[in-house]
């Protein structure tokens, strides 16, 4: 450290300590940003706004961490714990359910779930194959891969979009699957026939000049496989029914080349935006192992001792000179007290529990409404959808209420597998979540049989089914916050009440993601810790 010089009398802690009682904590975080402290604006900037603590914030302002509950066990409330220990903070966690994650839910075999009808279920997966039941991918520009590599959780890849899955519409007619690539190469090469011709027919006339048209030509031309006179005829990219191989074999294209009226009335169309989603772009990763391994890191990370699970909160109360959480554990009821408070339950959840922060907090967490979605495993007896069908990972996409199918990301070539047999949402998640779970899979099992044929049925081992509106302590997929986060019925969640602050995806922009809960968290923390060197 460079050396620093101070009037008499004057130390660099106590001007600190000054600047933060006059100036508040901005005031300060920016001096010490001029002494190289702290990160300049630029800086933070660079890292999101977000600088992690250290203890020795506190030994510049000479002063003594505080203690910190946090509610919730989740990705929320266990980065917020993660990130305050950083600087030596006394943080305790309280988890509802009997393990971490919140939403971060990996099924392996063995593992019993009670869902709110009282439905219990035992998944009998074979060793080293699981289901992600909640989140399952992340993109490479969320904060939740940065995390991954601070706490060593390896990742491999996550395949959202294979050219070789399905796409299937029984409601538009489609009486058979169609390959992925083979839809895209017709709806793109029709879209570019048609744009073509009516450019060289001088429909853009008044829209383009002569140099702009020729480039749109040469785009189109090469975007949509486009032959002779600007027509569609197919090509390559719709696929072979004989593949190139040795000398003697030059390939056979797939032939019957639908009508454009007959690839519009298709609907495939619609699925190919999702791949343009700035939340759903290739590349996307999965944690090796399971998507649990990111808590169960966050959770060692923080120190199992400070993390309390089976511990049902029923009581949030200000004290004015602190905070006061009631809650049952094992039948008997006990207190934390702490200087500050973290509530990083899910809003619905957290609306129900008493507290005395006052009737705006209450009007807003009840403004933020749950969702519905659901998942349910296959297990297969093997892996015929890359032996018989040649898809290794992506999705499946159909208008039936499964509505997504997804092939595993992992154990490529091995002998068993796990399907993803749906993945829905809204009334298609809760119509299954009436059903057994018996019931359940005969019915994801019959939509599929008309896809990929019927050892979607006679391969099947087991299977395990998940609905989050229905799952004790959280009863939602994610949320629906009218009028986006920043919305001004959320000012009580959005700054501290008294002292209390409140974290989770719900309060972000990237609500149903992880990225989310950790970004919440991290400005909580920032706050957080801000009012505890400046008071």
């Known amino acids: 450290m460079a050396q620093t010089h101070s009037e008499p009398g ?31 604006a630029q800086a933070a900037q660079r890292e999101q706004s977000f600088r992690p603590l250290s203890a020795g914030d506190f030994t510049l302002t000479g002063r003594a961490a505080a203690k910190v509950v946090i509610v919730g066990g989740g990705i929320a409330g266990l980065t917020t714990a993660y990130e305050l220990g950083k600087a030596g903070y006394d943080c305790t966690v309280l988890e509802a359910r009997d393990r971490t994650g919140g939403r971060n839910f990996t099924v392996r075999g063995g593992d019993t779930t009670t869902d709110l009808h009282g439905t219990r279920q035992t998944a009998r997966f074979a060793d080293g194959h699981y289901m992600n039941a909640g989140p399952a991918r992340i993109p490479q520009w969320m904060v939740t891969l940065d995390y991954c590599r601070e706490l060593g959780v390896p990742l491999e890849v996550f395949t959202n979009v294979n050219a070789d899955a399905y796409l299937y519409n029984e409601s538009a007619g489609m009486t058979r699957p169609e390959r992925y690539r083979t839809a895209k190469a017709d709806v793109y090469g029709y879209v570019s026939e048609l744009l073509a011709k009516a450019t060289n027919k001088g429909a853009l006339d008044g829209e383009l000049t002569a140099d702009d048209k020729e480039r749109l030509v040469d785009f189109l031309e090469d975007w949509g496989e486009l032959g002779d006179k600007l027509t569609y005829t197919g090509g390559e990219r719709r696929g072979y029914t004989t593949v190139p191989a040795a000398a003697g074999t030059p390939g056979v294209l797939l032939g019957d080349v639908p009508t454009a009226s007959e690839v519009l009335a298709s609907g495939v169309g619609r699925y190919f935006s999702f791949e343009f989603g700035f939340d759903q772009a290739m590349l996307m990763f999965q944690p090796v192992g399971g998507m649990d391994q990111i808590p169960k890191a966050l959770t060692r990370a923080v120190g199992a001792r400070r993390v309390r699970t089976g511990a049902v909160v029923s009581r949030i109360t200000d004290t004015g000179h602190g905070v006061s959480v009631t809650y049952t554990q094992g039948g008997r009821t006990k207190v934390v007290e702490a200087d500050y408070c973290v509530a990083a339950l899910p809003p619905n959840i957290l609306a129900k529990v008493p507290h005395n922060l006052g009737s705006g907090v209450q009007s807003a967490l009840e403004a933020i409404t749950p969702s519905s979605a659901a998942k349910i495993g296959l297990e297969y007896k093997s892996r015929w959808w890359e032996l018989d069908h040649g898809i290794y990972g992506g999705i499946t996409e159909t208008d039936q209420d499964v509505t997504h199918i997804w092939h595993p990301s992992y154990g490529y ?122 008071s």
């Open 413 to 534: 070539q091995g002998e068993r597998g796990v399907l993803i047999g749906y993945y829905n949402y809204g009334d298609d998640a809760d119509s299954y979540a009436e059903l057994t779970p018996q019931g359940r899979e005969k019915r994801a099992v019959a939509a599929g049989v008309k896809i990929y044929g019927e050892k979607y049925r006679t391969e099947l081992a087991s299977s395990f089914s998940h609905h989050w509106r229905q799952t004790p302590h959280l009863e939602a997929a994610w949320h629906n916050t009218p009028g986006g986060p920043d919305d001004v019925r959320y000012k009580p969640l959005n700054e501290p009440t008294g002292r209390v602050w409140f974290a989770g995806d719900w309060l972000s922009h990237t609500d149903a993601w992880q990225h989310g809960a950790f970004t919440s968290a991290r400005k909580a923390v920032t706050a957080l810790h801000a009012r505890v060197l400046s």
């Open 10 to 40: 004057t130390s660099r802690r106590s001007f600190l300590r000054n600047v933060g009682l006059t100036g508040g904590a901005g005031a300060m975080f920016a001096t010490m940003g001029a002494l190289g402290l702290a990160p300049t």
